[in-house]
């Protein structure tokens, strides 16, 4: 099972936020309350945690003498929800469409574990950025296919899309799952569509390992 929680950054870009104090010290406050979730989830023996920070892009200033800063900041402030987690702990995090390039190293800079990111619709033109990260272990998950319709996928068309990210990234960092989260669908929909993905998954693994 994993747990979830939202991150600090994402929580304080859609909030109404206090104004007598600068928002990098609002959202360390956050980060520490956050922090607190996550060594409760950790003693209740949840041993992969996903931290959401589906707003940190859209949180950069538009002046670019001020993104370094933001940056830094929100940044430190994830690695603090974090920090005291034991090493078998996995920490994900998951961010939604966005122009990724800008970004790409303060995204590796927020130590994850994994990398969950909304593609489907994309069409794997967000996935050539991240293979900068490769050489940092972490790994990556793009969406295979789109929450956001009815639509039921096929094992077969997803792991036609699987073995399309397969030709960007290396399959020891490529993790399977849907672009978001679930909670727009109804369970007959939710179901069909995550076994036709368990399905395609076990039918590539068992593809790659013949090719060995």
Same mark, same amino acid.
């Given at each position: 099972?994993?747990?979830?929680?939202?991150?600090?950054?994402?929580?304080?870009?859609?909030?109404?936020?206090?104004?007598?104090?600068?928002?990098?010290?609002?959202?360390?406050? =956050?980060?520490?309350? =956050?922090?607190?979730? %996550?060594?409760?989830?950790?003693?209740?023996?949840?041993? %992969?945690?996903?931290?959401?920070?589906?707003?940190?892009?859209?949180?950069?200033?538009?002046?670019?003498?001020?993104?370094?800063?933001?940056?830094?900041?929100?940044?430190?402030?994830?690695?603090?929800?974090?920090?005291?987690?034991?090493?078998?702990?996995?920490?994900?995090?998951?961010?939604?469409?966005?122009?990724?390039?800008?970004?790409?190293?303060?995204? =590796?800079?927020?130590?994850?574990?994994?990398?969950?990111?909304?593609?489907?619709?994309?069409?794997?033109?967000?996935?050539?950025?991240?293979?900068?990260?490769?050489?940092?272990?972490?790994?990556?998950?793009?969406?295979?296919?789109?929450?956001?319709?009815?639509?039921?996928?096929?094992?077969?068309?997803?792991?036609?899309?699987?073995?399309?990210?397969?030709?960007?990234?290396?399959?020891?960092?490529?993790? %399977?799952?849907?672009?978001?989260?679930?909670?727009?669908?109804?369970?007959?929909?939710?179901?069909?569509?995550?076994?036709?993905?368990?399905?395609?998954?076990?039918?590539?693994?068992?593809?790659?390992?013949?090719?060995?």
């Amino acid at each position: 099972m994993k747990g979830m929680l939202t991150g600090p950054v994402t929580i304080l870009n859609w909030s109404f936020v206090r104004n007598d104090q600068p928002r990098s010290e609002t959202c360390y406050q =956050i980060a520490l309350a =956050i922090k607190d979730e %996550v060594e409760d989830l950790e003693k209740a023996g949840i041993t %992969v945690i996903q931290i959401d920070e589906a707003a940190l892009r859209e949180g950069l200033p538009l002046r670019k003498s001020e993104q370094a800063f933001y940056l830094d900041w929100a940044v430190h402030s994830f690695r603090i929800t974090n920090c005291g987690v034991q090493d078998t702990t996995q920490i994900h995090t998951h961010m939604c469409y966005s122009n990724f390039n800008g970004i790409i190293h303060s995204i =590796i800079n927020m130590d994850a574990d994994v990398i969950t990111i909304e593609n489907s619709r994309s069409h794997e033109k967000l996935l050539s950025v991240f293979r900068e990260g490769v050489k940092y272990g972490a790994g990556i998950g793009p969406g295979v296919y789109d929450i956001h319709s009815p639509r039921i996928p096929s094992a077969e068309e997803i792991a036609d899309r699987i073995n399309k990210m397969l030709a960007v990234l290396e399959t020891n960092i490529l993790w %399977v799952n849907p672009d978001c989260g679930l909670k727009t669908r109804k369970y007959t929909e939710v179901k069909p569509a995550l076994s036709n993905m368990v399905a395609a998954a076990k039918l590539l693994r068992s593809q790659l390992a013949s090719a060995k």
